[in-house]
Each structure stands twice: as C-alpha cells, then as structure tokens.
C-alpha cells in the first residue's frame, strides 16, 4: 500500500494548526530565528519501524531545505538505541514539529510491531494476518500501510471495496439466501461477496450460495476446524472475533485462511521514539 502524498500533507498540516494554534510561545520567544541545531530519531524499544518518511515530512513543510541523515527504513527491525535518522534545520523548527513527528511515527511503528508480533505467531501455518475498519477516524491510511509494514494484510479498506454482510445484514435483509441473491442483482462483477456466519447451519447455507469469503465469527477452534472440513476450498474462510496472542496459533492451526484483528490497529502501544537535540 502506498501512501498519498496529499492525504499525508493534510494530516500533518491539521496535526500542525492544531498543535501551534497562534505560536509556541516557549520556541518563539526562547530561540533566535537563525539558530540552527541537530536532532536525532532514537528507538526506546525493540520492534519494526514505520512511518520515518512521514516524520521527516513535518520537518518539511516547516521548513523546505531543512537537512536528513537516514538510517533505518520502514519495516527495519530497531534495537533500543538505534539511531533512525540525524535531522537538521533551524531550533524553532525541530521543536515545533517534534510532537507531531513523533505522534505519528510512534503510532505507524506501534502498529507495524503489533502486526509482526501477530505475523510470527502464525508463521508456519498458512494464516494471513489482516487488520479491519477498526482504525482511529481520519488515521486509516496510515494504520493500514503499517499493518503492511508489519507483514499483514490488508482487509477492506472501506465499504466500497467489498460486498461484506454481516450479522445484522443478514437479518434485516431477510436470511442468508434472501439477502446474497439481491445483493447480486446489482453488484458489478468486479465486486467480491463476503458473509458473516455465526453457526455451522449458517456456514453450509453460505456455500449453497457461493459467496467468495466466509466469516467465522466468534467461534471456538473446533468448530472453526469443522468448518473448514466442510468448505474444502470451495470459499476463503476467515476467523474472526475475540482472537487474542495466546489463542492466536490455536486459530491459525484450524486452518482457517485468514485472520482479521482489530487489535492491532485500535488497541496498540505506541513505540517509544525519542527525538533529541545533539549537544556540542
């Protein structure tokens, strides 16, 4: 996934007016104009980084002949210590764009760590990792490529992208039957179908219909490899639900296709990045 460089600008630009509403008060009055200093990215953690470019960015439009040394790229693994990048420009403008610089590429590397966490869990069985619509409004782009990042996959990216029925399509939509068939009479044929199923009644339903990819929801592992007995590759299956680290392989080892986590984009850890001025 590659991300826009348009949407990328927004989002630092309303990072930015939010965080420097009229000036920084502290920057603006303490530092002269022409002073000119020396940062550095440094990692307070091992993990995977994401989102250096982004980062570098703020400095940027900040300031547009502001100076870069990189050494780590996304998807490097880091090693508490590592310096990811040596920045330098004028003070005001490495301490005016240090929180958001930092905001962004601590949340982007805590998602690609999660995602790789999850990734190596499962290696080994088959099972693709992929995230969700679980994403903070407004930062979907940018979870989603870190989920890349991190070796996962992406699931659909919006309600456009794929025909997904769940739970209360299915109900208020008449049953599983009644619903997929009206839904093909107007989908273009470019369009996949994925259904939610909650039973293994359900699930045997969903294959008399032929929909594309089938949707564990919230079940245990045994009925999950009952599941997959019964669909024998006639659709990808997909769990999902209250997946969790420690049940994780158990799931993969169902041999279930894919696994959907909205944990690894709403509920991670931000990755402790530091930027530091270089003292003379």
Do not use: W
């Not at 939010?18 to 307070?44: G, M, R, W």
């Not at 929801?217 to 999902?240: F, H, I, P, Q, Y």
């Amino acid at each position: 996934m590659m991300l826009n460089k348009f949407y990328i600008d927004r989002l630092i630009e309303n990072a930015l007016l939010e965080d420097i509403n009229y000036i920084d008060v502290a920057t603006d009055y303490l530092i002269p104009e022409t002073q000119e200093n020396t940062a550095q990215f440094i990692a307070k953690a091992d993990g995977v980084l994401c989102g250096i470019d982004v980062a570098l960015r703020v400095f940027e439009l900040i300031q547009p002949d502001f100076r870069a040394e990189v050494f780590k790229r996304d998807g490097d693994v880091l090693r508490k210590g590592d310096v990811i990048a040596k920045i330098s420009g004028y003070t005001r403008t490495l301490l005016k764009g240090e929180r958001t610089a930092l905001n962004l590429i601590q949340h982007m590397s805590g998602v690609a760590t999660a995602t790789n966490k999850a990734v190596k869990i499962v290696e080994g069985t088959g099972a693709a990792i992929a995230d969700t619509r679980k994403t903070l409004p407004g930062l979907r782009p940018i979870e989603k490529y870190a989920v890349t990042v991190g070796g996962g996959k992406n699931h659909r990216y919006n309600l456009s992208d794929c025909a997904m029925l769940k739970d209360n399509h299915v109900d208020a939509g008449g049953g599983i039957t009644n619903a997929v068939n009206t839904l093909r009479e107007k989908l273009g044929h470019t369009v996949k179908v994925e259904l939610e199923v909650r039973s293994l009644d359900e699930l045997r339903e969903a294959l008399s219909v032929d929909v594309d990819i089938i949707m564990l929801d919230n079940m245990s592992c045994e009925m999950m490899k009952e599941a997959v007995a019964l669909t024998n590759g006639r659709a990808k299956l997909e769990a999902s639900g209250g997946i969790t680290a420690e049940t994780l392989r158990a799931v993969a080892e169902t041999g279930v296709d894919i696994i959907s986590m909205g944990a690894i984009t709403h509920s991670v850890t931000a990755f402790d990045i530091s930027l530091k001025i270089v003292k003379d």
